[in-house]
């Protein structure tokens, strides 16, 4: 009988002091960056976005209600077995609640999967392609930054009504490559311009003189580049060695960051339209977020929309948190979707029934040589393309979770 | 006019780009058939050597302001010395041990190599432009050629045949070839076998490196080149045959050419296409087309 009571009050005991710190399983909120650390988007995305992760951590207080907040990260090689590997092992064995950023699509859809079957917050920076919020949509799953359709809306919008109206693609031969060319070709046709051709080339690939050529015979005013990082860079590069832009053609780069810029040079750049969710040198906020960021990173460099757009979304996710008091997936991410966003990155920010975070894009153009003051600054900000028409709208989302 | 539906002018036009990118494949294979032919080891590091190559050259514009055509000289040198601190602490204790050890020392090598480079500067790469004497390009008809890459195509085409020249037909590449025969009979004539071996991993390296200077107004300066480069070059000298000059250098530029034709014809295919020659080759002629024995 006493042993009975014994037992009963320490189970009582057990259950009130787990009342205490039920909201927050296991004590603790951990949030994992899944990111490209050592490959071709490491640049853009990587070391970069661990360090915006942590500065929004910092800047929340490092303690969400009195339970700390944890930190960890892991390099998915940009491979989708891997990420989704990476994924189950610290949902199943870390008590990781949140995994952010996941640049590369087949990465991101990997995590989606594994996110969506175990409840879990799966929070898109780096990765652009629409499925994330039409068919491979979940209740707990964000796609942030930016998105193949917002660039093709952006850039592709620009130069069709600045009259650049037949067009020729270079398209990486993957997943993305093919997501960004359809969305592309759509704002193209919409704006009465024609596309004259295509040719899809390998992932990754050096050599775009071959490819360039066969553009260069389609005799279209523009060649859309529909591809990323390096392979953007060399194609950008040897059109200019080819003579293909001194002679009247044009490129479109699709999907430019701020660091393949740095890489290319302005001399090689200027002139170039590009559509971006961030820039730092846009007011006094980016400018003191960056600076700090660029510190911390060691100095030389800036953020990609990518870094800052990954401080974004973790921030967001422990003020959700915070407010349901709980790191259950599906009751933060109802929370997310209430709480409106105003950060450095996003101006009355708001997230939609597909998961996806609405907010201005802008439209900006690559600085000539001389018309930069001094390192990093390099774009020319042409026009803000407001969050409601850079996005694709709700009711043409194939999104389970939208009511028609 | 046109052949299969594609115009002449464009089939010409591929061609010369695929003799460009077979210059390259042509002086990287030729380096690693040397080495391979003359020490036995099947060197993995090469394409992080191109690498070094680029990459001094552009440390040097950019901290020493040495231009391109300096670059050119102390690039090769700088880096055949780190070849030869690699061959002289690591890869002489190999001989005579199995192939693979050296295969995977130097593959190791490779991968910290280039895990340095990523980690100083990042994997976009660095701009480097092409000297002024060699801007601009000519207008051949069928298409635009960019003077620098017909200098690319000459310079190979120089350094490949006198390296071929000074090993099969010179008493020093008949002292090499014996050495490699019979060291012991060699050394008994005077001459310093395991010098010659150095010298000649460092000759190697040096090749890597001078296609890497070559490389670097093409491409980005990026610790990747390397790596992205050096599968198609050992297909190359499999198909070739291991360890044979002058079949690794026509199967450069003959797979080179192959490709560029793919990337007209079917371009998703233009990145697998040489290693399906490569299976077919060696079904038919396991020792490489150019060979000896199997």
Known sequence: MVMKRLLLGAAALALSTGMAHAQYSDGKVKIGVLTDLSGTYSDLAGKGTIVAAQMAIDDFGGKLNGQPIELISADHQNKADIASGIARKWYDTEQVDAIAELVTTAAAIAVREVSKEKGKIDLVSGAASTPLTNDKCSATGFHWTYDTYALANGTGDAVVKNGGKTWFFLTADYAFGHNLQAQTEKVVKANGGTVKGSVKHPFPNSDFSSFLLQAQSSGAQIIGLANAGADTINAIKQAKEFGITQAGQSLAGLLVFITDVHSLGLENAQGMMLTTGFYWDMDDQTRAWSKRWSEKMGGGKMPSMVHAGTYSQVLHYLRAAAAAKTDEGIKVADEMRKLPINDFFAKNGKIRADGRMVHDMYLAQVKKPSESKGPWDYYKIIRTIPGDTAYQPLSESTCPLVKK | ?294
């Open chain 2, 1 to 294: 006019m046109t052949i299969l539906g594609i115009p002449t002018q464009a089939l010409f036009g591929q061609l010369l780009l695929g003799l460009i990118n077979g210059a390259f494949y042509a002086m990287l294979s030729l380096g690693l058939a040397l080495i391979f032919g003359l020490l036995n080891i099947i060197n993995f590091s090469h394409g992080a050597l191109y690498m070094m190559g680029a990459f001094v050259a552009w440390l040097a514009l950019n901290f020493l302001g040495l231009g391109y055509w300096g670059a050119l000289i102390v690039a090769p040198l700088v880096v055949a010395l780190v070849g030869i601190v690699i061959e002289r602490t690591m890869l002489c204790r190999l001989y005579k041990l199995d192939h693979l050890y050296g295969l995977l020392l130097t593959f190791g090598l490779a991968l910290i190599i280039e895990g340095l480079f990523r980690e100083g500067y990042g994997v976009s790469g660095q701009p480097y432009s092409v000297p002024s004497a060699l801007a601009g390009g000519w207008n051949l008809g069928f298409m635009f050629l960019p003077i620098y890459r017909g200098w690319v195509v000459v310079a190979s085409l120089v350094l490949c045949l006198g390296t071929w020249y000074a090993i099969e037909k010179t008493k020093l590449g008949a002292y090499l070839r014996a050495g490699t025969e019979n060291p012991t009979l060699v050394q008994a004539f005077g001459i310093n076998v395991p010098l010659m071996i150095t010298l000649t991993y460092g000759f190697g390296v040096a090749l890597a490196a001078i296609a890497g200077v070559l490389a670097a107004p093409i491409y980005q300066v990026s610790p990747k080149m390397g790596s992205d480069l050096i599968i198609v070059v050992f297909a190359v000298v499999v198909i070739g045959g291991m360890g044979s000059i002058m079949g690794s250098i026509l199967t450069g530029y003959m797979l080179g050419i192959v490709e560029g034709l793919t990337k007209v014809f079917y371009p998703e295919a233009a990145s697998t296409v040489i290693f399906m020659v490569m299976v077919v080759v060696l079904l038919i002629k396991p020792a490489g087309l150019f060979g000896k024995g199997a």
